[in-house]
């Protein structure tokens, strides 16, 4: 049975730092990509950054870009985001997921879904 199960979301102010961490397990991800996604009340799922399971690029919404970064610990089956300079328009609940060979920012084309954990960044 696949399972993505996030953790590290919490409060915190403008300006600091958050890291998310994703264990992935139930199968080889060797052919994913692994995605970061999230969800603000009222609003649609967002795309915010993938990367290559095997070592391949990266992708990151320009939201984003320059302040977050996306990693793997292949070793572990564990995905990571790092979160730096935090606004309060990056407070979400965050999804990981995997999508098989796409590096897709469309979230109806990811197989796989977390939970999530609620980020919020207080001004």
């Known amino acids: 049975q696949v ?10 102010q403008a300006g600091g730092s958050l890291r998310l ?8 991800f060797s052919s994913y990509i692994m995605g970061w996604f999230r969800q603000a ?3 649609a799922r967002e795309f915010v950054a993938a990367i290559g399971w095997s070592g391949g690029g990266t992708v990151y919404a320009d939201s984003v870009k ?4 996306i990693s793997t610990d292949n070793a572990n089956n564990m995905v990571y ?5 935090l606004k309060p328009e990056d407070t979400a609940v965050y999804y990981c997921a995997a999508n098989f060979w796409s590096y897709s920012t469309n979230y109806k084309t990811y197989q ?3 939970q999530g954990t609620q980020v919020t960044v207080s001004s």
């Not at 961490?21 to 080889?28: E, H, I, L, N, Y």
């Not at 320059?66 to 970064?69: C, D, I, L, S």
């Open 41 to 43: 009340p009222g609003k």
């Open 81 to 85: 985001l790092q979160m730096n300079s």
């Open 21 to 28: 961490s994703c264990a992935a397990s139930g199968r080889s």
């Open 112 to 114: 796989y879904w977390g």
């Open 3 to 12: 399972q993505l199960v996030e953790s590290g979301g919490g409060l915190v």
């Open 66 to 69: 320059g302040r977050f970064t």
